[in-house]
């Protein structure tokens, strides 16, 4: 297994990054904010203030900088107990985000009834690297929960997807 | 670009619904769009006309729930399909009129509806406090404070209605919106957060004395005839364009039906409107039937067009 | 009068016909309620076209049954799983899933299944015994209470994010700033909507939440691989469904867990707009901020399995308040109840228990029995249910993922919805990944709205004045203390806590 795993935050997740991207769309939205009248704005623009603030000591707390401790104790911005203790690869992300991705984008072309299995038995397959039987009686499994529970038992039309229902886009 | 692909769709409509569909309704289902969740007014009227329409029309009608967007995508979504009938929508006016007043782009135009028919209407009262020595708007106005009322959205026909009439009246008030239903903007006035509040009569009902819990009276009914015995009318005080504001449960369809199929729908909606089933609900539920065909709502449609369009510096005010 | 209408509703429940509406609820809460993303407002969003043909009383049972299984069903999978099965019980998994990760998901599912019978119990006790002065109780809550309430939530989220203050601040901001988002019910204004209609009501949150808790959870678990019993590569001691009776009993050993659990559910539930998650996230973090053990919290303790899940059952009762009082929803759920009524022709307001008793209470009923059923039923099941955990995280996460966006489809019936949760899925994903707590954001969200409309209107109500218009109500007072208590707390502590840090081996 390529994946390591470790009680010591990985690199990525203690690295200045994360803190940079929030810094700059906390940034993005007090001037969205500045814009709205002023009895709009007064909340975003406080919010987003605050944000920035904290961004800022965020970064520094991961910027080893002097004071950057401090601010990690004081702020409580140390890394223990964390949700995620494993670190799987980039690629390894990146190809479970996509898998989501792939169920939505299948779910909207051909409709949910049709995506739902097609996307448990592909999953089960090629990323569990289970049998074609399991795959098939998962996609089953999850295509006849479907079809009893909400088509049938509540009679409520799951949506068709975009190439068997008028609108497009514009009618989600 | 949405509204390119709109306008797009909505020409392609016009041109292919010319075809004359002599046979209307054929077998296939009436779809009857709600462009909000159920279990609201909007719904509510659809779901008890569906059946007596059906009946009338001798087809399936089925309510379909399109929420979303303040009720402009259910209208969008009827406005998209094809003008033969079968999809028809209900309408919250003068709601969308507002919106498109100040400027709001709800993806589709209201003066390329097919109107079919008005179902039932709504008046608005003012009510204050039961317990309050004010008994008329000039008591109400009379004090040196803005008198505050109590509304849901800013953008919210009864929050609309409130600052148009009370500017037309010359009382200075303030409106404080952002009450999660009508019912909160109600107890609102019950508690003593806020002075007054204008809303639909059969809203108010629930609060008044012998209709409801006796906690509200009302000092103004927004009407020419007297609704309620001993309330002052818009006439009384002298204001009669202050009968002008209304809420209505408007039946459209997508631009284009033709003229054939509007009147057979209109019949059967007509005919819903006097079956026992829909009169006896609405007299239960405290709703104004009042139906009006398709020549009538479209010219209803320009009137409050224009109303609206004189206001549109307050309705378009924001806090 | 209130007491025989209540017993006469029971009588009537026990009819055979009446009964099989009431137990089809149970089932289908308790099943919505496992599956994440299909929650108990889904389910009765579903049935609300059902319900139409059937008798206004059978409509409620069905209702009832529903509304009090889905909390319990989703406590099994935020234990089993990590993954809540709805929203208000993201805060059982804080110790719910470590313990079944050291073997012991029969007692955190005996713990929840007591904790959510008992705490939907006291729930609907404390509104009978509130029925009468119902009407003062909601009259006494105006703006400048839900103004304070909001700030109550979030100064919890505050305090109660161990050794992530500062990530868990900046969560919150993120948070608010997406509750902000759409048309202002205050002004009018939209913000944030970039053009987009969809945006134009603000950020949904069933889909919202269950990308953030189910879609996010599906990803790191697919991660992870293996089984979620399997620690990495490393089988984890078996997962028996052992210690369910030492579950139930410690739901009584720490009764004060459950009463403050329930009372907090009560309150919270009471007030429209708040909900389920604020009431089960308060309950744990004050249980967790005053607990001796609290250094334990976060790693299975079961008080943390209790006091969430009891908060999240009472809520239902508090939620009826409003409702009885003058018949006005107090959750999501409510308003679906009182929907069915209008669909039946029925008009709630003020004098709903006058005119509506046997609907009303029969709904009480229905929730009652079905907070004790779901409880029972699910501990027969729990043995097969505790399976889950054993089956391969390949064959998990595909059907969890279909399912709860299926759910989210079928609530408003929106593609957009389902869009908008596979993004907040991915946020999510990236939360856990970067370490920034996923709650503190869900609070904000759920609170930002109601934060910034009660202010507003207080401004307008008080002329401005809103510290001495604040100071001039009873209940503002009480409220503005517990903020402050929740403030000085940790700071009192804050001491012999750092020593405690400072020794070696955490």
């Known amino acids: 297994m390529l994946d390591t795993e470790s009680t010591k935050a990985p690199a990525a997740v203690t690295s200045i990054w994360p803190a940079v991207v929030l810094l700059v769309f906390a940034c993005v939205m007090l001037a969205v904010s500045w814009g709205y009248p002023p009895v709009a704005a007064r909340f975003p623009v406080m919010v987003a203030s605050a944000m920035i603030a904290l961004t800022f000591l965020d970064l520094w707390s991961r910027s080893g900088l002097p004071g950057a401790d401090a601010v990690t104790t004081i702020g409580g911005a140390e890394f223990r107990r964390r949700e995620m203790m494993h670190n799987p690869s980039f690629a390894n992300q990146a190809e479970c985000v996509g898998w989501i991705a792939l169920a939505f984008a299948l779910m909207a072309t051909v409709g949910i009834l049709a995506a739902s299995p097609i996307f448990a038995a592909a999953f089960v397959r090629l990323r569990g690297k289970r049998t074609l039987a399991v795959a098939a009686i998962v996609g089953l499994g999850v295509l006849g929960f479907q079809f009893a529970v909400f088509e049938w038992a509540l009679d409520y039309e799951l949506y068709r997807g975009l190439l068997s229902s008028s609108g497009g886009v514009s009618a989600w | ?319 | ?506």
């Open chain 3, 1 to 506: 009068m209130g007491l025989e209408a209540l017993i006469a509703a029971f009588f009537a429940v026990l009819n055979g016909g009446s009964l099989l509406y009431l137990m089809t609820g149970v089932m289908l809460g308790l099943t919505f309620g496992v599956i994440p993303g299909l929650g108990g407002t889904t389910a009765l969003a579903l049935l609300i076209p059902v319900t139409y043909t059937l008798e206004p009383l059978d409509a409620m049972y069905l209702a009832g049954g529903v509304m009090g299984a889905t909390s319990f069903g989703g406590s099994i999978s935020a234990i089993l799983l990590n993954t809540p099965g709805t929203a208000p019980n993201a805060a059982t998994t804080f110790d719910g899933y470590p313990l079944a990760r050291q073997g012991k998901a029969g007692m955190a599912i005996g713990a929840a299944a007591t904790a959510s019978a008992l705490g939907g119990l006291i729930g609907l006790f404390t509104l009978l015994l509130f029925i009468p002065i119902a009407r003062d109780v909601v009259l006494s809550f105006g703006s400048s209470e839900f103004f304070l309430l909001t700030i109550l939530g979030l100064a919890a989220i505050a305090v109660s994010v161990k050794g992530k203050l500062l990530r868990g601040l900046v969560a919150a901001c993120i948070g608010l700033l997406l509750a902000f988002t759409g048309a202002n019910q205050f002004t009018g204004d939209t913000r944030f909507t970039a053009g987009i209609d969809y945006l134009w009501d603000g950020i949904p949150l069933v889909p919202a939440l269950t990308g953030l808790f189910a879609i996010s959870q599906m990803i790191e678990l697919a991660l992870k691989g293996g089984s979620v019993a399997e620690d990495g590569g490393e089988v984890a001691p078996k997962m028996k469904i052992t210690g369910v009776g030492a579950g139930i009993l410690s739901v009584f050993r720490h009764w004060t867990v459950l009463i403050r659990g329930s009372v907090i559910g009560t309150v919270i539930g009471a007030v429209p707009g708040l909900g389920g998650t604020v009431a089960a996230f308060l309950s744990y973090s004050s249980t967790a901020q005053t607990a001796k053990d609290r250094d334990t919290f976060g790693t299975g303790n079961i008080k943390g399995v209790i006091a969430p899940e009891a908060a999240n059952n009472a809520k239902d009762g508090g939620s009826l308040i409003p409702t009885v009082a003058f018949g006005i929803p107090g959750s999501a759920e409510t308003a679906i109840f009182l929907a069915i009524l209008v669909l039946h022709g029925m008009e709630p307001g003020p004098t709903i228990l006058l005119q509506h008793e046997r609907e009303v209470y029969g709904l009480i009923v229905a929730l009652t029995v079905s907070a004790v059923g779901a409880s029972i039923i699910g501990l027969l099941f729990s043995r097969v249910l505790v399976l889950i955990t054993r089956i391969d995280v390949n064959i998990v996460v595909p059907v969890v993922v279909t399912l709860s966006l299926t759910g989210v489809y079928v609530l408003e019936g929106r593609m957009a919805d389902v869009l908008l949760s596979v993004l907040m899925g991915i946020l999510g994903y990236l939360m856990i990944r970067f370490d920034y707590p996923r709650l503190t954001l869900v609070i904000a969200l759920v609170l930002g709205e109601t934060a910034e409309r009660s202010f507003h209107q207080i401004r307008l109500i008080s002329d401005g004045q809103v510290i001495e218009y604040m100071f001039g109500r009873p209940i503002s007072i009480i409220l503005i203390v517990a903020i402050v208590i929740t403030f000085l707390l940790p700071a009192m502590r804050s001491l012999p806590a750092r020593r405690r840090r400072a020794r070696p081996g955490e």
């Open chain 2, 1 to 319: 670009m949405k509204n390119f692909v709109a306008t797009g769709l909505a020409a392609v409509a016009l041109m292919t619904g010319g075809a004359a569909l002599a046979d209307f309704p054929a077998d296939d289902n009436i779809t009857f769009v709600i462009p909000y969740s159920p279990g609201g007014g909007f719904d509510t009227i659809v779901r008890q006309f569906a059946p007596a329409l059906e009946e009338a029309m001798g087809t399936t009608v089925v309510p379909e729930n399109i929420s979303g967007a303040g009720g402009s995508r259910g209208g969008q979504s009827v406005h998209r399909s094809d003008p033969d009938g079968y999809t028809i929508g209900i309408y919250n006016i003068p709601g969308l009129t507002v919106n498109e007043v100040t400027g709001r782009d709800q993806g589709f135009a209201l003066d390329e509806v097919t109107w079919i028919a008005n179902l039932a209407v709504a008046r608005y009262a003012l009510a204050v406090k039961a317990d309050s020595p004010i008994n008329s708007v000039e008591d109400l106005c009379a004090g040196d404070a803005p008198v505050k009322f109590s509304d849901t959205g800013a953008t919210s026909t009864a929050s609309v209605t409130t600052r148009i009439s009370m500017s037309i009246l010359g009382c200075d008030i303030v409106d404080v919106t952002g009450y999660a239903g009508s019912n909160d903007a109600m107890i609102a006035v019950i508690s003593g957060e806020t002075d007054a509040t204008i809303k639909p009569i059969s809203s108010l009902a629930r609060y008044l004395e012998g209709s409801g819990s006796g906690d509200l009276k009302l000092i103004l009914t927004l009407s020419d005839a007297e609704l309620v015995d001993g309330v002052a009318t818009a006439v009384d005080i002298g204001h009669p364009e202050l009968a002008k504001f209304t809420l209505n449960r408007v039946i459209g369809g997508p631009p284009g039906i033709p003229a054939d199929v509007v009147s057979a729908i209109e019949e059967g909606l007509r005919a819903a409107s006097d079956s026992d089933a829909v009169t006896s609900w609405a007299e239960g539920a405290g709703v104004d039937l009042e139906f009006m065909d398709a020549a009538e709502t479209s010219a209803m449609m320009e009137d409050l067009k224009t109303f609206y369009a004189q206001y549109a510096d307050i309705v378009g005010a924001s806090q």
